[in-house]
């Protein structure tokens, strides 16, 4: 689950301009759409949920500081973890809205962020861990 220190991410700073931000589902939808197969296969075993900000409980589910907020968050259970006793939960991922466009304002960035999001939270449903999404660059 991405953490980060709020607006941590170097981005680069673009004029400013009107912003012409897109819906949020809309981002959303897009970045469901670029991901190439097979791991766009893998999405049909998940739900996309799209809320305002993480619970108390989402939260507390990692060691955050005051100054880092989540922008996603995968629940389930990851492919690397499936056995033969396995009992069918729904699995899913939740992007978190507000802090994403809090902390990207830019409609071009928060596109891009938007999809970093939805990958890092994929790899987790495929078993891959934050050491390896860093090692990889996806964090």
Known sequence: ???????????????????????????????IASIPMPFAAALDEVAIVIS??????????DDLHADETLYGIYEGVPRTDYGADWAMSPDRIVLFRLPLEADFPDPDTLADEVWITLVHELAHHLGIDDERLHELGVD
């Open 1 to 31: 689950m991405p953490k980060r220190r709020r607006g941590s991410r170097t981005v680069i700073r673009r004029p400013i301009r009107p912003a012409r931000h897109r819906p949020f589902e809309a981002l959303v939808d897009e970045a």
């Open 52 to 61: 305002d900000e993480p619970t108390d409980e989402q939260l507390g589910a």
